[in-house]
């Protein structure tokens, strides 16, 4: 138990189509994050939400791809035309409670654009 | 910005010695500096952090120590076990951010 459910877990598509990504956390949280984690690197923030509000977006972060939290509790991550260099692990992750700074990751959904 | 820089990019260390891995920071006013583990097809998990009041935080094998004047800060691990084998990543937060910046990681292999 992650505490955060991410779905799917692997996604293999097609250059050209939309894919999206959806991020349960198991309890409320106030702030939700999306990183991405290619091959061989560290993950690299793209959005985070403080409620259902989206405060920062990484220029990583193109016109191709939007991300939503429509209520305060799930998340949604589209990328809409996708390329190869799409591809990588999507990971959400949310602050512990009482530990400052501290991010707990869910187990990342892996796109595969071929 | 926060830019993170972390060294070596491999490490591969015989059972049972010490390993070593290497963070640099920009930012001065960072205060937080945490160390994640990801072994392979797995999420990063928190194995230790530490904040900028202390300069040396401990947890069984592990440790961190924190230069702020230097603006780097290590993990430190002991006799190491074929467990430890797996990608170790710090991080730092960006001010003004509510985010953590990751150094590229290191990949610590231990041979038994």
Redesign the interface.
Known sequence: D?GVSQNPRHKITKRGQNVTFRCDPISEHN?L?WYRQTL??????LT?F?NEAQ??KSRLLSDRFSAERPKGSFSTLEIQRTEQGDSAMY?CAYPRPLL?????????SRLTVL | GENVEQHPSTLSVQEGDSAVIKCTYSDSASNYFPWYKQELGKRPQLIIDIRSNVGEKKDQRIAVTLNKTAKHFSLHITETQPEDSAVYFCAAPRQGAQKLVFGQGTRLTINP
């Open positions: 992650t702030r994050y061989g690197q560290g993950p690299e923030f985070y403080q405060l920062e990971l400052t700074g501290e991010l707990f990751f869910g187990e990342g």
